[in-house]
Nanobody
């Protein structure tokens, strides 16, 4: 059984930072592109960022370019999303997924129906 485990969300004031982390059980991330998606009510997940399977290519939605940084460590089976200069409009539930990456919106689309519980990011003063 494949499990996706996200962590690192929380409440932060505008301009603050968070670091989201993701690990998996049952299917290592090696060999897969990995992405972060945010929940769009009624519309499924919207791709925020994506990293290619070997790591050199990263993709970002225009709304987060210059503020978010995605990275992966295959040896540790983890994917991270460093979120800086957070804005209230970044508030959402964030999910990690095995993904296909693209240069334009959506920059990440889930490959499989493997979803974790997500991690809530709330940006508010």
């Amino acid at each position: 059984q494949v499990q996706v485990l996200e962590s690192g969300g929380g409440l932060v004031v505008p301009g603050g930072s968070l670091r989201l982390s993701c690990t998996t059980i049952g299917l290592p991330i090696v060999g897969y592109a990995m992405g972060w998606l945010r929940q769009v009510p009624g519309q499924g997940g919207a791709g925020v960022s994506c990293v290619s399977q070997s790591g050199p290519r990263t993709y970002y939605d225009d709304s987060v370019k210059g503020r978010f940084t995605i990275s992966r460590d295959d040896a540790k089976n983890t994917v991270s999303l460093q979120m800086d200069n957070l804005k209230p409009e970044d508030t959402d539930m964030y999910y990690c997924a095995y993904a296909s990456c693209g240069p334009s919106r959506p920059v990440a689309q889930s490959l499989f129906n493997y979803w974790g519980q997500g991690t809530q990011v709330t940006v508010s003063s």
